[in-house]
């Protein structure tokens, strides 16, 4: 399979691009930064011959709109919410890297029911608040 065309979305006035190919139990596999979907072509291949394989771009990455207003880790948090209610997924298994794996575990811890298992790599953990990283981390994640 060569790389797929991808389908859009609209969230809150801005358009999200994602893969979605194969049948199957649903798989949802989120980049991290500064990736896009394109980062699972390898894996979307296989996996896609036994499961439904949907990848988005996050907002701001790869064919996805670059909204204007900063994309911190709450827009993003609403983008991937309101990504998963458009489409109307449920019982997926998540697959997750970097900054993928903090939307993705901070969307698992909120959707327990919705989920069937986690796999992820060099993962973010999804902090609470700032107070929770050291001063240099802070300036750097904001």
Not at 90 to 97: A, G, M, R, S, W
Not at 114 to 142: H, I, K, Y
């Amino acid at each position: 399979m060569g790389w797929i065309e991808k389908k859009r979305v609209s969230l809150a006035g801005s358009d999200m691009a994602y893969v979605d190919v194969g049948s199957g139990p649903c798989v949802v596999l989120l980049h991290g930064n500064p990736t896009s979907s394109f980062l699972w072509r390898h894996t979307i291949t296989p996996l896609s011959k036994v499961a439904r394989c949907i990848a988005p771009d996050l907002m701001g990455f790869g064919d996805s709109d670059k909204p204007a207003d900063a994309l911190r880790i709450v827009e993003h948090q609403r983008y991937i919410e309101r990504f998963f209610d458009a489409l109307d997924l449920q019982d997926v298994t998540l697959v997750l890297h970097d900054w993928g794996s903090a939307l993705g575990f901070d969307w698992a811890r909120r959707h327990e029911s919705r989920v069937r298992g986690l796999a992820f790599m060099e993962f973010v953990w999804p902090f609470p608040t700032w107070l929770d990283l050291s001063p240099p981390s802070q300036n750097l994640f904001r």
